[in-house]
């Protein structure tokens, strides 16, 4: 059973009079434990999607439609609860959902983290929202994070500014935010595009390990057919608002469709790395 | 051998880091440390490196938007800290520059047509009639319409932009071009589309390109030699092929690893 | 263009610059009487059919005074912001673009002059009446040769003015275009011109300039009104445009005396100064706001 039922979203945008459907009516499913990648060229609309999910996309310009149904997924037990849609929930069920059950990590770590607070704080105020955990718990299960995703000293850097960080860590800080109110869908959007290509491996396998280790099902945007193939299950693929193809990774890359995956395909073969024995093509 | 057109003889810069109260020199950042590398008539060459390791700053030191600490830069055999006036104009015409970010590098102000005749006027390469065809020979080198003659930056597209970054650096037929990321801030087919772009001119032209990346991929495709930096240093430097099958320093082979997004065999910090 | 008509104060602020600009231009035909015409036995009379804002100490007309006063008012106002915004900028542009000591030096200038409060120095300056000064180096043969000629043709007076009050308004100037180049000397687009080749003066003129201009037009707008609130001001300690000629300010100053019995001859170049700067302000408010969505915009 699928935790995420997106049916017929669509997206536009009216500014002064001129109307722009970003996304057209594209449908799709995300399974429990399951990696989606959407990928397409930058306008096919993607970014506008993932945003739409939760509601997050500013209601003029933006109008939002169609149906995304979520279903609850008790944190401990696994079991499906009731399904709620989300494009027609209250204001105050989706500020419940979103960082609690749905948790985004963008592209730029910098603009995600406030460079006022410390991390500790910005941590600790994601846990207490979403969670039961309160004060020297709450604390805890920050530092237990920290830990997770790979920052070492974690208690003594609790009273560090993002900006004391490399991006790296930046975006380490980010996904710990994420997953730290245990999420049942983590919505990723481009979240390695901005790094360096040896610290986009150590992310990419981190949060690789995570998804595995906690079930969680993501939702992960990239330009980048490399990325897709290494991590995703399934993968979709947008272009101008439309959904063009969507099916099993090795499916669609090995035996694409759609003129735009091959597009796609076809740019990843140019500037592939020809190695010998490993070529990546 | 010929003579290299650009060649860095043991280049090193340092910036000054200031702090405390009083704001004075604590120290110093040195971005490039001793470096040499030559680019010859006619070949590719690439440059990789990750953030900070100092190649932008080695951009700019070549190209003359930086003076060196130590060590001098040589365009053609001249030394390019020396050059003054038409000697100057020369070097500048030889060598040229592709900068990242397409929409910074092109004034916001000025339409197509006035950005490509830019280095026709200062160069003093065509005026009147003959400037207009030669801006309309360069739109049509990268294959961007003569009507986009009119347009301002705001108005084209990011690869669009791109080619007109490369229209104007080509304005002077320069030997050797300079790039800096040029597709890093692009899609992944638009910049494929500049890189087939970038290797025609290189092939045809017989123009030498030094190709400056954090994309192993991009630069392993275009060139025929790669050199690795790391932290102001050139670690090493050999063919496309050698360097991507038998890397020398361990680095080196993380950050094909990397490339290759080779998730299991990359060692964790 | 839309979008600035679209903000309604601007567009008012406008009609009512373009209507100033009207009077000034046509004044002698829109002036029911000649501003200089003294008619003592019509002193002090209160707005009536023939004499429709009343009359002043000497009994003339004061709608038609007000009406040739725009012309001063106004004069005085582009002239001055014209001159500190050529001083300002040129200030401005060479120590934002070559740094080091020169902009050290330039900016410590600019310091200096700032600390100084204004109308102390506007009245220090025209306490030494630098017009007359120039006129006494008549004794040097091209300068006074020059100076005379030139105070031939334009009552000095008035060109001094202009020449102080922009010369005490250029280092605002000065400060922004300086901020504006500093910022944009790093863009790439310069980057680039100065690898393709061009001369420091290509640089400044075509690429960093037109680029920093913008919020220098924003503050030259606001500057007038300064300009015209500034020759007020002077008018009214008597140091500005001097009588008969007719100017706002002077006129304030005269109704003075009288405010008991004659207030026509306080309100009525009061409210001009008030709207007037008013317009001008909301003018350039717009313009800003304009500017500001053009660039936010931009694609």
Same mark, same amino acid.
């Given at each position: 059973?699928?935790?995420?039922?997106?049916?017929?979203?669509?997206?536009?945008?009216?500014?002064?009079?001129?109307?722009?459907?970003?996304?057209?009516?594209?449908?799709?499913?995300?399974?429990?434990?399951?990696?989606?990648?959407?990928?397409?060229?930058?306008?096919?609309?993607?970014?506008?999607?993932?945003?739409?999910?939760?509601?997050?996309?500013?209601?003029?310009?933006?109008?939002?439609?169609?149906?995304?149904?979520?279903?609850?997924?008790?944190?401990?037990?696994?079991?499906?609860?009731?399904?709620?849609?989300?494009?027609?929930?209250?204001?105050?069920?989706?500020?419940?959902?979103?960082?609690?059950?749905?948790?985004?990590?963008? /592209?730029?770590? =910098?603009?995600?983290?406030?460079?006022?607070?410390?991390?500790?704080?910005?941590?600790?105020?994601?846990?207490?929202?979403?969670?039961?955990?309160?004060?020297?718990?709450?604390?805890?299960?920050?530092?237990? #994070?920290?830990?997770?995703?790979?920052?070492?000293? =974690?208690?003594?850097?609790?009273? +560090?500014?993002?900006?004391?960080?490399?991006?790296? %860590?930046?975006?380490?800080?980010?996904?710990?935010?994420?997953?730290?109110? /245990?999420?049942?869908?983590?919505?990723?959007?481009?979240?390695?595009?901005?790094?360096?290509?040896?610290?986009?491996?150590?992310?990419?396998?981190?949060?690789?390990?995570?998804?595995?280790?906690?079930?969680?099902?993501?939702?992960?945007?990239?330009?980048?057919?490399?990325?897709?193939?290494?991590?995703?299950?399934?993968?979709?693929?947008?272009?101008?608002?439309?959904?063009?193809?969507?099916?099993?990774?090795?499916?669609?890359?090995?035996?694409? *469709?759609?003129?735009?995956?091959?597009?796609?395909?076809?740019?990843?073969?140019?500037?592939?790395?020809?190695?010998?024995?490993?070529? &990546?093509? | 051998?010929?003579?290299?057109?650009?060649?860095?003889?043991?280049?090193?810069?340092?910036?000054?880091?200031?702090?405390?109260?009083?704001?004075?020199?604590?120290?110093?950042?040195?971005?490039?440390?001793?470096?040499?590398?030559?680019?010859?008539?006619?070949? =590719?060459?690439?440059?990789?490196?990750?953030?900070?390791?100092?190649?932008?700053?080695?951009?700019?030191?070549?190209?003359?938007?930086?003076?060196?600490?130590?060590?001098?830069?040589?365009?053609?055999?001249?030394?390019?800290?020396?050059?003054?006036?038409?000697?100057?104009?020369?070097?500048?015409?030889?060598?040229?520059?592709?900068?990242?970010?397409?929409?910074?590098?092109?004034?916001?102000?000025?339409?197509?047509?006035?950005?490509?005749?830019?280095?026709?006027?200062?160069?003093?390469?065509?005026?009147?009639?003959?400037?207009?065809?030669?801006?309309?020979?360069?739109?049509?080198?990268?294959?961007?319409?003569?009507?986009?003659?009119?347009?301002?930056?705001?108005?084209?597209?990011?690869?669009?932009?791109?080619? !007109?970054?490369?229209?104007?650096?080509?304005?002077?037929?320069?030997?050797?071009?300079?790039?800096?990321?040029?597709?890093?801030?692009?899609?992944?087919?638009?910049?494929?589309?500049?890189?087939?772009?970038?290797?025609?001119?290189?092939?045809?032209?017989?123009?030498?390109?030094?190709?400056?990346?954090?994309?192993?991929?991009?630069?392993?495709?275009?060139?025929?030699?790669?050199? *690795?930096?790391? /932290?102001?240093?050139?670690?090493? %430097?050999?063919?496309?092929?050698?360097?991507?099958?038998?890397?020398?320093?361990?680095?080196?082979?993380?950050?094909?690893?990397?490339?290759?997004?080779?998730?299991?065999?990359?060692?964790?910090? | 263009?839309?979008?600035?008509?679209?903000?309604?104060?601007?567009?008012?602020?406008?009609?009512?610059?373009?209507?100033?600009?009207?009077?000034?231009?046509?004044?002698?035909?829109?002036?029911?009487?000649?501003?200089?015409?003294?008619?003592?036995? &019509?002193?002090?009379?209160?707005?009536?059919?023939?004499?429709?804002?009343?009359?002043?100490?000497?009994?003339?007309?004061?709608?038609?005074?007000?009406?040739?006063?725009?012309?001063?008012?106004?004069?005085?106002?582009?002239? +001055?912001?014209?001159?500190?915004?050529?001083?300002?900028?040129? !200030?401005?542009?060479?120590?934002?673009?070559?740094?080091?000591?020169?902009?050290?030096?330039?900016?410590?200038?600019? &310091?200096?002059?700032?600390?100084?409060?204004?109308?102390?120095?506007?009245?220090?300056?025209?306490?030494?009446?630098?017009?007359?000064?120039?006129?006494?180096?008549?004794?040097?043969?091209?300068?006074?040769?020059?100076?005379?000629?030139?105070? /031939?043709?334009?009552?000095?007076?008035?060109?001094?003015?202009? =020449?102080?009050?922009?010369?005490?308004? #250029?280092?605002?100037?000065?400060?922004?275009?300086?901020?504006?180049?500093?910022?944009?000397?790093?863009?790439?687009?310069?980057?680039?011109?100065? *690898?393709?080749?061009?001369?420091?003066?290509?640089?400044?003129?075509?690429?960093?300039?037109?680029?920093?201009?913008?919020?220098?037009?924003?503050? +030259?707008?606001?500057?007038?009104?300064?300009?015209?609130?500034?020759?007020?001001?002077?008018?009214?300690?008597?140091?500005?445009?001097?009588?008969?000629?007719?100017? #706002?300010?002077?006129?304030?100053?005269?109704?003075?005396?009288?405010?008991?019995?004659?207030?026509?001859?306080?309100?009525?170049?009061?409210?001009?100064?008030?709207?007037?700067?008013?317009?001008?302000?909301?003018?350039?408010?717009?313009?800003?706001? #304009?500017?500001?969505?053009?660039?936010?915009?931009?694609?």
């Amino acid at each position: 059973m699928p935790l995420l039922t997106v049916e017929d979203l669509t997206v536009t945008y009216r500014h002064h009079g001129t109307s722009v459907r970003a996304v057209d009516g594209i449908s799709f499913t995300i399974g429990s434990g399951e990696i989606l990648a959407l990928v397409g060229e930058s306008g096919s609309g993607k970014s506008s999607a993932a945003l739409a999910l939760a509601k997050l996309l500013p209601s003029p310009p933006a109008e939002v439609s169609g149906q995304v149904m979520m279903e609850r997924v008790h944190p401990h037990t696994n079991i499906f609860g009731v399904g709620v849609n989300l494009l027609s929930a209250s204001e105050e069920a989706l500020r419940a959902i979103r960082g609690g059950k749905i948790a985004y990590v963008f /592209q730029d770590p =910098a603009t995600s983290l406030n460079p006022v607070l410390t991390i500790g704080e910005q941590l600790r105020e994601a846990i207490e929202l979403h969670t039961g955990a309160r004060g020297e718990e709450a604390t805890r299960v920050v530092v237990e #994070w920290l830990q997770r995703v790979g920052i070492t000293s =974690a208690k003594e850097r609790l009273s +560090a500014y993002p900006h004391e960080f490399s991006v790296g %860590m930046q975006q380490r800080v980010c996904l710990a935010m994420a997953m730290a109110t /245990q999420p049942s869908l983590l919505i990723a959007d481009e979240p390695t595009t901005a790094l360096d290509v040896t610290i986009q491996v150590q992310i990419l396998r981190l949060m690789r390990d995570l998804q595995r280790a906690f079930r969680l099902s993501v939702l992960l945007i990239s330009h980048d057919l490399t990325v897709v193939e290494r991590i995703a299950h399934r993968v979709a693929v947008m272009s101008q608002g439309k959904l063009v193809e969507i099916g099993p990774v090795a499916q669609v890359l090995g035996h694409p *469709v759609h003129p735009c995956t091959k597009a796609l395909l076809a740019c990843r073969s140019a500037v592939a790395l020809r190695r010998a024995g490993r070529a &990546d093509g | 051998m010929a003579e290299p057109i650009v060649e860095a003889k043991a280049v090193s810069k340092s910036f000054p880091q200031y702090g405390g109260v009083l704001r004075r020199q604590i120290g110093t950042i040195q971005a490039v440390q001793r470096l040499s590398c030559t680019l010859a008539p006619g070949e =590719a060459v690439g440059l990789v490196g990750e953030s900070g390791c100092g190649k932008t700053t080695l951009a700019k030191l070549l190209i003359g938007l930086l003076t060196p600490t130590e060590g001098e830069v040589l365009i053609q055999g001249q030394p390019l800290g020396r050059l003054r006036g038409a000697s100057l104009r020369a070097a500048r015409r030889t060598v040229q520059f592709v900068f990242q970010d397409p929409m910074g590098s092109l004034n916001p102000r000025m339409t197509v047509e006035e950005t490509l005749s830019e280095p026709l006027t200062i160069h003093r390469l065509a005026q009147g009639r003959a400037r207009r065809a030669r801006v309309e020979e360069l739109l049509a080198s990268v294959q961007l319409p003569p009507a986009y003659r009119r347009r301002l930056p705001c108005e084209l597209s990011g690869g669009e932009r791109q080619r !007109v970054g490369i229209a104007r650096a080509l304005a002077t037929g320069p030997q050797a071009l300079i790039c800096d990321e040029p597709i890093a801030s692009l899609d992944v087919s638009v910049g494929a589309q500049i890189l087939e772009l970038l290797r025609s001119f290189s092939r045809k032209r017989r123009m030498a390109l030094l190709f400056i990346s954090h994309d192993l991929r991009a630069v392993g495709a275009l060139c025929e030699r790669i050199a *690795v930096m790391r /932290q102001g240093r050139l670690l090493e %430097m050999a063919p496309t092929q050698t360097l991507l099958n038998h890397p020398q320093d361990p680095y080196t082979e993380l950050l094909i690893r990397s490339a290759e997004l080779d998730l299991d065999a990359v060692s964790e910090g | 263009m839309m979008n600035l008509l679209r903000n309604r104060l601007a567009v008012m602020g406008g009609v009512i610059l373009v209507v100033l600009a009207v009077v000034a231009i046509f004044a002698p035909a829109l002036s029911p009487h000649d501003p200089l015409q003294i008619n003592l036995p &019509d002193a002090l009379l209160p707005p009536s059919a023939a004499y429709p804002l009343g009359t002043d100490l000497l009994g003339r007309d004061v709608l038609s005074r007000l009406i040739y006063g725009t012309r001063i008012s106004l004069l005085i106002g582009f002239i +001055a912001v014209g001159i500190a915004v050529i001083v300002g900028t040129a !200030v401005g542009a060479l120590a934002g673009f070559y740094g080091g000591w020169v902009d050290a030096v330039l900016m410590r200038f600019v &310091d200096t002059l700032l600390s100084i409060p204004t109308i102390f120095l506007l009245l220090a300056v025209i306490a030494m009446d630098p017009a007359q000064r120039l006129l006494e180096l008549g004794g040097l043969p091209l300068i006074g040769g020059l100076a005379k000629g030139f105070f /031939q043709a334009v009552d000095p007076q008035i060109v001094m003015l202009m =020449a102080v009050i922009g010369l005490m308004s #250029w280092m605002g100037v000065a400060r922004l275009v300086r901020a504006e180049i500093l910022s944009l000397k790093e863009r790439e687009f310069v980057l680039a011109a100065r *690898v393709l080749g061009a001369s420091s003066l290509r640089v400044i003129t075509k690429h960093l300039l037109p680029n920093a201009m913008a919020p220098v037009l924003v503050s +030259a707008t606001l500057g007038v009104g300064g300009a015209i609130l500034t020759e007020s001001v002077l008018s009214y300690l008597g140091l500005g445009v001097q009588p008969p000629t007719p100017s #706002w300010g002077n006129i304030l100053n005269e109704g003075r005396v009288a405010l008991g019995v004659a207030w026509w001859l306080t309100l009525s170049p009061g409210l001009c100064i008030l709207f007037t700067v008013l317009a001008f302000n909301l003018v350039g408010e717009g313009i800003r706001e #304009w500017i500001g969505r053009r660039s936010a915009g931009a694609k």
